[in-house]
């Protein structure tokens, strides 16, 4: 008779399940106030906010002005007229990105 015997030495793999920032903003396109709705970061304390144009010149880096849970707000009304990049970082240096139009 023939015996199958299976033995696991180690796991290979585990499937995790991550949290994908997400950034959500409005009006866009703006003319004086961004509003950000910001899903998928633990903690927005300490978080940053870092504005680019199209050429990649950082524009305005400030901290993050939470008004509610996952809610947020930019002044973006001394911007010229154009599409902007948005980028959110916490202190983990953890990523959200997003675009958006001056008008």
Do not use: M, W
């Not at 106030?33 to 978080?47: D, K, N, T, Y």
């Not at 990049?85 to 997003?98: V, Y």
Request: hydrophobic share 45%.
């Amino acid at each position: 008779a023939c015996q199958t015997i299976v033995q696991v030495a180690e796991t290979i793999g585990t499937a995790e399940t991550a949290t994908t920032p997400h950034l959500r903003l409005s009006p866009n396109p703006a003319t004086e106030q961004l509003l950000l709705s910001i899903s998928g970061l633990p903690e927005l304390a300490g978080a940053r906010i870092l504005v680019s144009d199209t050429q990649g010149r950082l524009l305005l880096s400030q901290p993050l002005a939470v008004q509610a849970p996952g809610q947020a707000s930019l002044d973006v009304a001394t911007l010229p007229a154009g599409v902007y990049f948005l980028f959110l970082l916490d202190e983990g240096g953890t990523r959200a990105r997003t675009r958006f139009c001056k008008l």
